[in-house]
T-cell receptor
Framework: GESVGLHLPTLSVQEGDNSIINCAYSNSASDYFIWYKQESGKGPQFIIDIRSNMDKRQGQRVTVLLNKTVKHLSLQIAATQPGDSAVYFCAERDPSGSARQLTFGSGTQLTVLP | NAGVTQTPKFRVLKTGQSMTLLCAQDMNHEYMYWYRQDPGMGLRLIHYSVGEGTTAKGEVPDGYNVSRLKKQNFLLGLESAAPSQTSVYFC???????????FGSGTRLTVV
């Protein structure tokens, strides 16, 4: 299947600023996208998802934007806190695949500076 | 409610040794997955299962075997470990009609 890529491997932001993590995907057939957060030594944790029939979805302090025209996904974190420091993965699902398989990007390391 | 539990958390094997990684979930999920995570390569699917008694190959199945004798358990076996299998292994599970996965905390395996 097609892989999901990220524009930047690392991102540093000041505490209190907003963070934007980007993800480019190449499979135009993907119909569902998820952002995961992975803290050091832990498994990935679900943050927020979005279906392909939407272009924006908001959660608590997080917003995901989907631009299907350019196959781009972004995660916005408002008022970034030290606890937000982690690796963030985007994942996509191709509906033609079996077993709800997701394809994961390699991740962006977010570091929150004091 | 423990979610997804992986055992062991750490293991060091010598080349050629065998071992089994256990994944247990208490959420009554139908689907279960085994991934490996290597630096800079993201999560790659090894094997998966769509229900008790079923298994299927993922992206990188060579050198691994799996079994799902009970709905709540998914075992990953390495019959003859190789240094290339040094990695962090994650188990995940999901409902059939929900796309999000719940992950375990991982098993860090080193093959020397």
């Amino acid at each position: 299947g097609e892989s999901v890529g990220l524009h930047l491997p690392t991102l540093s932001v000041q505490e209190g600023d907003n963070s934007i993590i980007n993800c480019a995907y190449s499979n135009s057939a993907s119909d569902y996208f998820i952002w995961y957060k992975q803290e050091s030594g832990k498994g990935p944790q679900f943050i927020i998802d979005i279906r392909s029939n939407m272009d924006k979805r908001q959660g608590q302090r997080v917003t995901v934007l989907l631009n299907k025209t350019v196959k781009h996904l972004s995660l916005q974190i408002a008022a970034t806190q030290p606890g937000d420091s982690a690796v963030y993965f985007c994942a996509e699902r191709d509906p033609s695949g079996s077993a709800r398989q997701l394809t994961f990007g390699s991740g962006t390391q977010l570091t929150v500076l004091p | 409610n423990a979610g997804v539990t992986q055992t062991p958390k750490f293991r060091v094997l010598k080349t050629g040794q065998s071992m089994t990684l256990l994944c247990a979930q208490d959420m009554n999920h139908e689907y279960m997955y085994w991934y490996r995570q290597d630096p800079g390569m993201g999560l790659r699917l090894i094997h998966y299962s769509v229900g008790e008694g079923t298994t299927a190959k993922g992206e990188v199945p060579d050198g691994y075997n799996v079994s799902r004798l009970k709905k709540q358990n998914f075992l990953l076996g390495l019959e003859s470990a190789a240094p290339s299998q040094t990695s962090v292994y994650f188990c995940a599970s999901s409902f059939e009609n929900h796309y999000g996965y719940t992950f375990g905390s991982g098993t860090r395996l080193t093959v020397v």
